[in-house]
């Protein structure tokens, strides 16, 4: 019988923004499970988990991004768990051709040229370790993002393709690469961003989680059990997967 509570024990791991929200549940659902945890953001808040080791970092230019990765291995003395969470959605009302070039860059270099730059220089750590994952946590749904959000998605979806190409040129070397999707889930960005959302459309934050089929928001831990899942060998037998964590939304309306 596999112990469950200690599953992590040995096991290194990083994690993008996690100083709240999602990688803030994700680092203690990781250090609960016997993990080493190094967490990364540009500043420490409330929920950043006491136990884990933290970076401070800007991991939206090449210089942060390098200088986490290289302050993470020397932490840690290796790698074996990489969850690519941080992101941020700005929404720009009310369309798109209202998003500025700047804003699309800016989109682009937080929600997917991160991932790329805090990874690479990880990759032989990753490849050293028996059980080496990345866990790269996307959005959307299978519906594209209203225009006030494309540059996000636009990031997102680069995000997905990347993850996917990684995944199949990892895959010989053992090491696993996937996506999460989460849904509407209550955190402290999404709160902020939401709140912009819900006023410009006029309805509330309950109207709007209404709408996903199983009628509610998720939890930041509802996201972590799903990260951890990918993270641990107990899904050893799974690369290159998008799991959705978002009540049915995008999957079933
Ligand atoms: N919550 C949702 O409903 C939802 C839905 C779909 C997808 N997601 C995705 O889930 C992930 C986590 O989101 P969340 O809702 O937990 O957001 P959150 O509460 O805003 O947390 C985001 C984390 O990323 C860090 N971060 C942001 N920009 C950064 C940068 N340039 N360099 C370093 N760290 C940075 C933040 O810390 P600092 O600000 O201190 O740097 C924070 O730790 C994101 O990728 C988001 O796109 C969330």
Known sequence: MRDYAAEFKGKKALI??????IGAATAQRLLDGGATVAVTA???????????HFITGDISTPTGANA??????????????????AGAAAAKLPS?????????LEALMVNFMSAVRVTNPLLNALRESSSGAIVNVSAGGLLPFPGFLAHYG???AALNNYTRSLAKELAPTGVRVNLVTPGAIITPGAGEG??????ALGITAEQL???????????????AETIAFLASTRSSYITGHNQFVTGGYGELS
């Open 96 to 104: 798109i051709e209202t998003i500025s070039d700047e804003e699309w």
């Open 209 to 223: 989680f209404a709408a996903t089929p199983l009628r509610r928001a998720g939890t930041a831990e509802e996201l």
């Open 68 to 85: 986490v990765a290289a302050e993470a291995l020397h932490l840690l003395g290796g790698l074996d768990i990489l969850v690519n969470n």
């Open 16 to 21: 993008t923004g996690g100083s709240r929200g």
């Open 194 to 199: 939401r709140k912009l959302l819900t006023t």
């Open 154 to 156: 636009a990031a997102k």
């Open 42 to 52: 540009r500043s420490h808040h409330a929920q950043t988990p006491a136990g884990a």
